[in-house]
């Protein structure tokens, strides 16, 4: 079954770290970009880290969240990867990955992706 799978949300205090996944199954995420988006309660959805094909390995952040996320992938476990240091209350929402081809560059609009997971929660709160 082709599907992805996050995993790693959580509640986490100001300032605290959170890592979160992407697991591909039933194809190989080597030749794909993924995009990384989020959605809180009431608000549109928005990209907030893109990264291309394994060939390629560019990424790109939302001005939100550069400096703080890393996105990387681990093609031997056929996992992305969105680190996430410094959190703060307006990170919380729903986090979703999906797939992007052509992989070329990164990409931010949810339109030029086409496989997504169901996300995975992420909650930053004292």
């Known amino acids: 079954q082709v599907q992805l799978v996050e995993s790693g949300g959580g509640m986490v205090q100001p300032g605290g770290s959170l890592r979160l996944s992407c697991a591909a199954s039933?194809?190989?995420?080597?030749?794909?970009?993924i995009g990384w988006f989020r959605q809180a309660s009431g608000k549109q959805r928005e990209g907030v880290a893109s990264?291309?094909?394994?060939?390629?390995?560019?990424?790109y952040y939302a001005a939100s969240v550069k400096g703080r996320f890393t996105i990387s992938r681990d093609n031997a476990k056929n996992t992305v990867y969105l680190q996430m240091n410094s959190l703060k209350p307006e990170d919380t929402g729903v986090y979703v990955c999906?797939?992007?081809?052509?992989?070329?560059?990164?990409?931010?609009?949810?339109?030029?992706?086409?496989?997504w997971g169901v996300g995975t929660q992420v909650t930053v709160s004292s």
């Open positions: 990264i291309s094909s394994t060939n390629d390995g560019s990424t």
């Open positions: 039933g194809f190989s995420l080597n030749y794909y970009g």
């Open positions: 999906a797939t992007r081809f052509p992989a070329h560059g990164t990409s931010l609009l949810s339109s030029e992706h086409d496989l």
